[in-house]
C-alpha cells in the first residue's frame, strides 16, 4: 500500500516514513503543502497523511485541491489542533479521520490501515481467498492454516493483489502502490515478485495468481 | 471623601443651613427694625395728638384730654403713660395710669422727638419718647392781644411687651420656616444626589456584571451624564485591555500547548519507531540523539518562557550604564554569519565602533542578538541586512532593516507575541518564535522602546532609548559610517 506523508516536521515525518517502511507501505514523503499536493495529483496513494499546518500551502488548500481528483487517497489529518471546530473544518473538508497530537504510533498505524481496509471496501482485518487467509492487521498470511513466511515487500504484493481480487491488476498499478517514487522498480521488478510469491503459495500458487496475457495479474478464488 | 452622597448631602445641607441663617437674621433685624420704627412713630402721632388738644388763651393753658380717644392712659393693666409740662416751668398734665408719679424728662431735648427705652413705673419694660411740643391753638389768634404760644414738654411712654412678643412671634416663625426649609432642601438633596448618582451605580452595575471569560467589546451603560462619560470611557479602554491581555494570555497559553504538542509527538513516535525494531540499533540511537536535540530544543523553549515570566513579574534586576553598541553588533552578526551565509543575504553593518548608549550590556547583547539573527532569518535570499544607529533630538535608535515582502501592517502588533510566526506551521524548528517577544520585554524592564516599522516592504526594528551618552558619542558614529561586510 502506498502512503503520502506530508508533515512539515522532519523529525515526524522521519519516523512515520521509517514505522510505516517497516510495515510494508511504500512511503513518499513532502514537507510543505505544495509539494504534498502535486505528489498526490500525480501517484495513486492509498492513504494521504496530511498535517493541517504547513508551509507555503496548509492542509485545507491541500485537501481543496484534491477535492476534483479522481480515485483520490483516504486522507489521515494530523494536528495539533484539538477543538471540535477544527475537526469538523477538517473533515467537511475532504478528510477522512483525523489524529490529533501527540499520539501512539501504534495508533497511528490502526487508522492507516482502517483507512486502506476501507477503501477497498473491507470491513474486516482477515480477509480469507479459497485457502489463503490474510490478517491485514497482524500483517500475516497463511495457506490451508499454513502460515507463509513472507517479505514485507512479498505481503505487500499479496495483500494488494487480495484486497483487489477479482481485478486484473497492470504491473504499473502494482508498482505504484509497492514502490515509493524514491524507490523505482526494475523493469522486471513486478514479475520476479509475483513468481516468487507464487513459488512460496505453493503448488496452487499459479492458480491463485493468474497472468492476464498483456494485462497484468489477476488473484482469484472462492470467498470465504 | 467616603461617600460622594454623604459629601454633597453635608455641603448642600451645610450651605443651605448658612444661607437661611443669613437670610433670616437679616429678615428678622430689617423687620425688627421696622416695628420698633412704626412702634416710634405711633408714640410720636400720640404727642402730635396732644398737641392738637392743648389750648392757650393768655397765660391760661387747656388739654381737652378724651378718655374715648386714649384709653390706654387710663386703662388698669398694662397702661400707658405720659406727663406735661410748660417748658420752664412744673408739670400741669399728667395721665391717670401715672397717678402722682412723675415722667423724666432727660436734657438736650427739643422740637425733634427724641425716643429711649427704660422701665416703666410700674416696672415693665418701655419705650418713651419726649419732644417739646409749641400750642397750635392760641387765642387770640391775630392781633396784638395774641399771646406768644408756648411751649410744652411732653414725655410718652408705653409697654413694650407687644413689641418684644411681636419680635419673638416673628423670630419663631422665621426659625421654624427655615427648619420646614432645611427638611425641604434634605429631601430635594437627597432625591437629587439620588439620581445624580443612579449613572455611576448603572456603570458600576455594568461593570459588576461583567463575564472575564466573554468581555464585551463596549460597555452598554446608554445615555451617560458628561461628567460620567470620562469615567466610563476610561473603563471602557481597561475592559478592551483587559480583554486583549486576556487573549494574548489565552493565545500564549494555546501556543504554548501547540508547541509542547509537535514536539512531544515527534519525540513519542521517533521513540516509538525505533523501539518496534529491537534488533535495529543504528535506528535506535538515531531515535535517541532526534529525543536529546527535541528535549535541548523544548528547554531553551521553557527557559526563555520562564524568563518572560520573570520579566513579567518584574523579578530581574538590571544594571544601568554606558554600553558600546558597535561591538555587539559585530558580534551579533558574526554569531549569525553563516545564517547569512547561507541564505544569501548581505550584511551592511553601519554601527561604528564608540556608538556608546545608555541600557544594560547583557540585555543590549540579547536584544540585538535577536533582532540580527531575526532579520537574517526572515530576509529573502539575495537582499541586504542594514544596521545603523540614529540620534535624533536626544534619543538614540539602533535599527536593524531588512526585505519583508511577505509582511503586512497588521502583523506588526503581533510580532512581539510569543510563539507568532507569519507562516503558522513550526517548518523553521531552530526559531523557538519567542525571540522577539523576549526582546520587547527586556526591552521595556530596562527603559527602552523596541518598536517595528514596515515601510514599502522594508521592515524595521527600532531599539531606541534617552541619549545620556552626549555629543562625544554622536561625533563617533559620524565618523565611521563606512559600509562594513561580513567576512
Redesign the interface.
Same mark, same amino acid.
Given at each position: 500500500m502506498r502512503v503520502l506523508i506530508v508533515e512539515?516536521? /522532519?523529525? &515526524?515525518r /522521519?519516523?512515520?516514513r521509517?514505522?510505516l517502511s +517497516?510495515e510494508g507501505f511504500a512511503v513518499d514523503v513532502a514537507? /510543505?503543502g505544495k509539494l504534498g499536493l502535486s505528489l498526490a495529483r500525480s501517484n495513486p496513494y492509498d492513504v494521504l497523511v496530511l /498535517?493541517l499546518? &504547513?508551509?507555503r500551502l496548509?492542509g485545507l488548500g491541500v485537501l481543496a485541491g484534491l477535492r476534483e481528483k479522481k480515485d483520490r487517497p483516504h486522507v489521515l489529518v494530523l494536528t495539533? +489542533?484539538d477543538r471540535i471546530g477544527d475537526r469538523v473544518e477538517g473533515l467537511n473538508a475532504g478528510a477522512d479521520d483525523y489524529l490529533?497530537?501527540?499520539?501512539?504510533?501504534?495508533e497511528?498505524l490502526a487508522r492507516v490501515r482502517a483507512l486502506v481496509r476501507r477503501r477497498y471496501e473491507e470491513r474486516s482485518s482477515v480477509v480469507g481467498v479459497g485457502e489463503l487467509e490474510l490478517d491485514v492487521v497482524a500483517r500475516r498470511a497463511s495457506l490451508a492454516g499454513t502460515r507463509l513466511d513472507l517479505t514485507a515487500r512479498e505481503y505487500s504484493l499479496l495483500e494488494y493483489l487480495v484486497l483487489r481480487r477479482g481485478h486484473t491488476v497492470q504491473r504499473e498499478e502494482i508498482e505504484d502502490h509497492i514502490y515509493g517514487v524514491t524507490k523505482l522498480p526494475s523493469s522486471n521488478a513486478v514479475d520476479s515478485a509475483v513468481c516468487i510469491l507464487r513459488s512460496k503459495l505453493g503448488p496452487d500458487g499459479k492458480d491463485l495468481i493468474r497472468t492476464r496475457r498483456g494485462q497484468g495479474y489477476v488473484l482469484e478464488g472462492p470467498e470465504r | 471623601m467616603k461617600s460622594i452622597r454623604a459629601f454633597l448631602l453635608r455641603r448642600l445641607l451645610g450651605g443651605a443651613a448658612l444661607v437661611l441663617l443669613g437670610a433670616g437674621i437679616a429678615v428678622s433685624v430689617i423687620v425688627t427694625r421696622s416695628l420698633e420704627a412704626e412702634f416710634d412713630r405711633n408714640l410720636a402721632d400720640r404727642a402730635q395728638a396732644f398737641a392738637s388738644i392743648l389750648f392757650q388763651a393768655g397765660d391760661q393753658i387747656e388739654f381737652e384730654f378724651s378718655e374715648q380717644l386714649m384709653p390706654e392712659f387710663v386703662r388698669a393693666e398694662r397702661p400707658s403713660y405720659f406727663e406735661l409740662w410748660i417748658e420752664g416751668g412744673p408739670a400741669f398734665e399728667r395721665s391717670e395710669s401715672l397717678g402722682e408719679g412723675d415722667l423724666a424728662f432727660p436734657d438736650g431735648i427739643g422740637g425733634e422727638p427724641r425716643h429711649w427705652t427704660a422701665p416703666l413705673p410700674d416696672g415693665r419694660e418701655g419705650r418713651y419718647l419726649g419732644q417739646v411740643l409749641e400750642i397750635h391753638h392760641v387765642y387770640p389768634e391775630e392781633g396784638p392781644e395774641r399771646p406768644t404760644p408756648a411751649r410744652i414738654r411732653v414725655v410718652v411712654a408705653r409697654g413694650r411687651e407687644d413689641l418684644v412678643a411681636a419680635q419673638r412671634t416673628l423670630l419663631q416663625q422665621c426659625a421654624g420656616a427655615c427648619l420646614v426649609l432645611i427638611v425641604l432642601i434634605a429631601v430635594l438633596s437627597w432625591t437629587a444626589v439620588d439620581r445624580g448618582l443612579a449613572p455611576a451605580r448603572r456603570l458600576a452595575a455594568a461593570v459588576d456584571a461583567l463575564d472575564v471569560q466573554h468581555l464585551p467589546e463596549s460597555l452598554e451603560l446608554g445615555e451617560l451624564p458628561s461628567e460620567l462619560r470620562p469615567l466610563a470611557d476610561k473603563t471602557d479602554a481597561l475592559v478592551r485591555r483587559v480583554d486583549a491581555a486576556l487573549q494574548r494570555e489565552r493565545r500564549t497559553t494555546a501556543d504554548i500547548a501547540h508547541e509542547l504538542r509537535t514536539p512531544i509527538s515527534e519525540i513519542l513516535i521517533a521513540s516509538e519507531v525505533a523501539l518496534r525494531d529491537e534488533r535495529d540499533f543504528g535506528s535506535a540511537r538515531r531515535a535517541l540523539a532526534t529525543v536529546r536535540g527535541i528535549a535541548w530544543r523544548m528547554g531553551r523553549s521553557v527557559s526563555t518562557l520562564l524568563q518572560l515570566a520573570r520579566l513579567e513579574m518584574g523579578a530581574e534586576r538590571f544594571e544601568r550604564g554606558p554600553v558600546d553598541l558597535g561591538p555587539i553588533v559585530r558580534e551579533a552578526l558574526r554569531t549569525f554569519a553563516a545564517l547569512g551565509r547561507e541564505r544569501s543575504v548581505r550584511v551592511s553593518n553601519l554601527v561604528a565602533p564608540g556608538s556608546v548608549v545608555a541600557g544594560d550590556a547583557e540585555v543590549l547583547r540579547i536584544v540585538v542578538s535577536n533582532l540580527v539573527s531575526n532579520a537574517l532569518a526572515h530576509s529573502p535570499p539575495g537582499t541586504a541586512v542594514e544596521c545603523r544607529v540614529e540620534r535624533p533630538r536626544g534619543r538614540w535608535r539602533l535599527v536593524v532593516q531588512n526585505d519583508a515582502s511577505d509582511l503586512v501592517p497588521e502583523d506588526l502588533a503581533s510580532l512581539s507575541e510569543p510563539f507568532w510566526r507569519k507562516e503558522r506551521s513550526r517548518s523553521d524548528r531552530n526559531r523557538s518564535g519567542l525571540g522577539l517577544a523576549l526582546s520587547s520585554a527586556l526591552a521595556a524592564q530596562t527603559g527602552l522602546d523596541l518598536e517595528f516599522e514596515l515601510e514599502e516592504g522594508t521592515f524595521r526594528a527600532i531599539l531606541a532609548g534617552p541619549d545620556e551618552a552626549g555629543p562625544a558619542a554622536r561625533e563617533a558614529d559620524l565618523a565611521d559610517l563606512s559600509s562594513r561586510s561580513l567576512p
Open positions: 512539515d516536521s /522532519d523529525t &515526524l /522521519d519516523a512515520l521509517t514505522g +517497516r514537507a /510543505d /498535517d499546518m &504547513l508551509p496548509d495539533a +489542533r490529533v497530537k501527540p499520539f501512539a504510533f501504534e497511528f | -
